[in-house]
């Protein structure tokens, strides 16, 4: 069901479009030309940190699997772990394209959040399971949401939208745990120049834009965070 929630989205997002045209000579500094279209830094190091999630989420979802206190816990950890090689083959599949060098090991950071997973038992490992996926799923959410909407480079484009539906998928499956610190997450930036509660949403503000696909994508990326837990949670 989440594949296809997924796939309707990607389909609606037109990402099957054609590359960018633009010239060689016109590309802004750090940027390529590649068939599928312009090839930037933001690009290359989106490419880069989906194949390094995978590197330690795996291991720590096959971890969670096995050694997990709950058996929420042991769910979350196996759907994750599963959905990352998934995606972990989409980043490989999309750097061979574009022809990008990759990690083959975790970075050092992601290597000490594993040996705390390793350090821990019982009801502390869960803890540290889920607040350090949950920290880092936080992190990078953003960070795809704007590749996504600044890239020219169509195989870049797909990757991060993907990226995005197991991203948001990811958070809810984690969030089910009952186990997040809402209160040690980082709050969101205030928008610059603006005072809380100030903002305001008009129709001008959304002139333009076909509101029933922004609806209707909204409504496939929820429906397939939500499948994921209904299928994980529904008792066996």
Request: one cysteine or more; hydrophobic letters at 45%; glycine letters at 10%.
């Amino acid at each position: 069901m989440v594949r296809l929630f997924v796939g309707a989205a990607v389909t609606l997002c037109g990402l099957a479009a054609g590359p960018v045209a633009a010239h060689a000579d016109s590309l802004p500094k750090g940027y390529t030309m590649t068939e599928w279209g312009p090839l930037g830094p933001a690009d290359i190091d989106l490419v880069t940190k989906v194949r390094l999630a995978g590197l330690w989420e795996i291991p720590a979802g096959e971890m969670a699997k096995e050694k997990g206190h709950s058996a929420r816990v042991r769910a979350v950890g196996a759907e994750i772990a599963k959905q990352h090689r998934e995606l972990d083959l989409l980043a490989r599949t999309a750097a061979d394209k574009l022809s990008l060098p990759l990690p083959d090991e975790p970075n050092r950071d992601q290597q000490g959040w594993l040996q705390e997973m390793r350090d821990a038992s019982g009801a502390q490992f869960d803890n540290v399971f889920i607040e350090r996926l949950r920290q880092a799923h936080g992190k990078i959410f953003p960070a795809i949401a704007t590749v996504r909407a600044g890239t020219r480079n169509s195989v870049v484009r797909e990757l991060a939208q993907r990226s995005n539906n197991y991203v948001m998928t990811h958070l809810v499956l984690l969030e089910s745990s009952g186990l997040v610190d809402y209160n040690g997450l980082p709050a969101p930036p205030s928008p610059v120049g603006v005072a809380p509660g100030s903002v305001q949403l008009s129709t001008d503000d959304v002139r333009g834009v076909n509101s029933t696909v922004i609806w209707v994508v909204l409504g496939l990326a929820a429906l397939a965070g939500g499948a994921a837990t209904i299928r994980l949670l529904r008792p066996r």
